[in-house]
Nanobody, 122 residues
Framework: QVHLVESGGGSVQAGGSLRLSCVASGTTYGTYCMAWFRQAPGKEREGVATIDSNGSTMYADSVKGRFAISRDGAKNTLDLQMTTLKPEDTAMYYC????????????????WGQGTQVTVAS
């Protein structure tokens, strides 16, 4: 069983920065694909960024150039550095994990954290 715990959310003014972190336990972390998702009130959950077991990353178009996903295998952590934040980035952010498919990320994720709230004021 994989256990994920997020931290680092909060409130910030537009243009500001936040760094989210996720600690993973109960898994062979290095073989897992890790991801950040978000869900705003009244909207569907959307993928923000993924990082596979080889370190390759992918980003939603809405966050490219502003967000950076990274992982630390020694600490079993996943981070999301968010810069130039916009009010539309306001959402609950979730860490997710699933075993990699041949080193790449699978189409879905079975393991989820409880989420951390990010609020960006205009």
């Amino acid at each position: 069983q994989v256990h994920l715990v997020e931290s680092g959310g909060g409130s910030v003014q537009a243009g500001g920065s936040l760094r989210l972190s996720c600690v993973a336990s109960g898994t062979t972390y290095g073989t897992y694909c890790m991801a950040w998702f978000r869900q705003a009130p009244g909207k569907e959950r959307e993928g923000v960024a993924t990082i596979d077991s080889n370190g390759s990353t992918m980003y939603a178009d809405s966050v490219k150039g502003r967000f950076a996903i990274s992982r630390d295998g020694a600490k079993n952590t996943l981070d999301l550095q968010m810069t130039t934040l916009k009010p539309e980035d306001t959402a609950m952010y979730y860490c997710a994990a699933d075993p990699s498919w041949g080193g790449s990320c699978p189409p879905g994720f079975h393991y989820w954290g409880q989420g951390t709230q990010v609020t960006v004021a205009s």
